[in-house]
């Protein structure tokens, strides 16, 4: 029997063979389709700092941030010249227990096809994964030194600049420019590179920074000659989800999560592109995703579960930039 809209080409099968053992439920099973899903469908996690607290107790994270010193000249039959130990720390929450959960009644467990498990498990993997590159994508709003919601509308986004430069300049973004919309403009050559220098200009390592964009931003830097070239299509070996090439010692990627962005007026929302060093956002995952059943008799039924339990947030906000474009 095909299941919603979805249709089934079959023989009949005679009445003994419509009942159906749990085969198709099994618990292994379930668990590694639901993580190879998880896997296969998200971006963030895999670009940005990722610091393991998975079996440990507690609710926050302290993390110290060193201060950079530059080398001394070692001066003849003088002592050494010690630096300071003492730095500042930032305090992160494991605050947010995303789950999916589904009831699979016994008559759907007789009559049902097996690949409705595999309709579950990538459902669930995919909602997940949406949930945590949502968050990580949110982030974003504090780089530079922002520290507004990103749900203010107006307010959020306040060190972040358009894609667009004006007389050589990188130009910030400005969501109350006038009554209907802000003043967000496409990535444009001259605009990346001026974002290179910005990161480059904060002693950010070249090493580890990516791009991720909307896809309306994909459309249009493939409408420039340089990113059809082979610098921007990188080796045609990479697996990493949502890479589409590289250029200028960055990566980038798509991901439909980018944020909204929303300015003053009431009829246009925009995007935020992120150029970031993985150092910028940290991602402390203190429950792996996980899918767990249980056969709940007053339902008649198994009820899956998919659970995660994690915390982000700004690292080293001096190594990222959020660009607003046009949605």
């Not at 730095?87 to 992160?92: A, D, G």
């Not at 150092?279 to 203190?286: P, T």
Request: proline fraction near 4%; charge should be negative.
């Amino acid at each position: 029997m095909a299941l919603g809209t979805t249709h089934v080409t079959t023989t009949l099968a005679s009445a003994a063979t419509r009942t159906r053992s749990n085969s198709a439920f099994i618990r292994e099973l379930w668990t590694d389709e639901f993580l190879a899903a998880y896997k296969a469908n998200h971006v963030m996690p895999g670009l940005v700092h990722n610091m393991p607290f998975v079996g440990k107790k507690g609710d926050t994270v302290h993390v110290p941030r060193p201060v950079r010193e530059d080398g001394q000249a070692k001066a003849v039959e003088t002592q050494i010249v010690l630096k300071g130990t003492q730095n500042t720390q930032s305090q992160y929450l494991i605050d947010t227990h995303w789950h999916y959960a589904v009831l699979i009644e016994d008559i759907v467990d007789v009559q049902a096809n097996d690949g409705l498990r595999s309709f579950y498990t990538d459902d669930a993997g995919y909602a997940l994964a949406k949930k945590v590159d949502t968050d990580l994508h949110a982030e974003g709003a504090k780089f530079a030194g922002a520290n507004a919601a990103p749900t203010v509308e107006g307010a959020a986004y306040s060190k972040a600049v358009v894609g667009t430069p004006s007389g050589g300049s990188l130009v910030a973004w400005d969501g109350s420019l006038n009554t209907s919309e802000g003043n967000a403009s496409v990535l444009t050559d001259e605009g990346i590179r001026l974002l290179v220098k910005e990161l480059d200009d904060n002693d950010v390592p070249n090493a580890g920074r990516v791009m991720v964009i909307p896809p309306v931003e994909k459309k249009n830097l493939l409408g420039i000659p340089r990113y059809t070239e082979q610098a921007f299509v990188g080796d045609g070996k990479s697996i990493r989800n949502g890479m589409i090439g590289s250029v200028y010692n960055t990566d980038i990627y798509v991901s439909t999560n980018c944020a909204v962005v929303e300015d003053d007026g009431t009829n246009s929302n925009e995007r935020a592109v992120l150029y970031f060093q993985k150092d910028a956002i940290v991602f402390i995952e203190q429950l792996a995703p996980r899918m767990q059943s249980e056969y709940i008799i007053e339902y008649l039924g198994d009820v899956l579960v998919a659970d995660q339990v994690f915390g982000s947030g700004v690292l080293r906000p001096e190594a990222g930039i959020a660009v607003v474009v046009p949605a």
